[in-house]
């Protein structure tokens, strides 16, 4: 147990549909992430939070929407995905400042897009 | 920028042998690296880290990694293979200096444990 949680766990969806995925620490942490892990590649970051403010969007295609209402939680909201979307979604957490910091991740949402 | 290149996706080694596992980085400015491992089902844990200092880095489990920067190198060891080691893991780095958020991590390699 990392003190990282993700819901939920697997996750089906058609290309039209619209879902979220949660993910929740309690760990103190002040900074957050999602990363992208796909087979045979490496894993990608994709957004990240420092004081629930957005600092990092790695060109990420606009039908995936993070939200971070407080320093606590951490959504991605997903809709009219491609197939190529399908991979597991891993949030993490840090204290601050992952430089030199250890990242803490989740067990990740195994993503399929039909 | 940096990157990293591990050598090899799936490594074998039976059960009390040697673990080596290779990373090799790129990096502009003095880096961070990293190296995660990740069980069946789970997300990444961190086995060990070089900002700065001793250049032999122990970790958990028995694993130790050696910064070597003439060679741009941070190869994970482990004396004696347990079936437990079975995972994969990735290696890591980002750039020493603040501000920065990019860890890159390469595409890791799955270590297989032979009984």
């Known amino acids: 147990e990392t003190g990282v949680t993700q819901t939920p766990r697997h996750l089906v969806m058609g290309m039209t549909n619209k879902k979220s995925l949660k993910c929740e620490q309690h760990l103190g942490h002040n900074a957050m992430y999602w990363y992208k892990q796909s087979a045979k590649k490496p894993l990608e970051l994709m957004f990240v939070?420092?004081?629930?403010?957005?600092?990092e969007n790695n060109s990420v295609p606009s039908r995936f929407s993070p939200e971070c209402p407080n320093s606590s939680h951490l959504f991605l909201h997903l809709h009219t995905l491609q197939p190529e979307d399908s991979a597991l979604y891993l949030c993490?957490?840090?204290?601050?400042?992952?430089?030199?910091?250890?990242?803490?991740f989740g067990s990740g949402t195994q993503l399929s897009v039909l | 920028a940096q990157s990293v290149t591990q050598l090899g996706s799936h490594v074998s080694v039976s059960e009390g042998a040697l673990v080596l596992l290779r990373c090799n980085y790129s990096?502009?400015?003095?880096?961070?690296l990293f190296w995660y491992v990740q069980y069946p089902n789970q997300g990444l844990q961190l086995l060990l880290k070089?900002?700065?200092?001793?250049?032999l880095v122990k970790g958990i489990n028995g694993f130790e990694a050696e910064f070597k920067k003439s060679e741009t190198s941070f190869h994970l060891t482990k004396p004696s293979a347990h079936m437990s080691d079975a995972a994969e893991y990735f290696c890591a780095v980002t750039l020493s200096g603040a501000g920065s958020y990019q860890l890159t991590f390469g595409k890791g390699t799955k270590l297989s444990v032979i009984p």
């Open positions: 993490a957490s840090s204290q601050d400042q992952p430089t030199n910091e250890k990242l803490f």
């Open positions: 070089y900002t700065t200092g001793a250049t």
């Open positions: 990096s502009s400015v003095p880096p961070y």
């Open positions: 939070y420092n004081f629930k403010e957005q600092t």
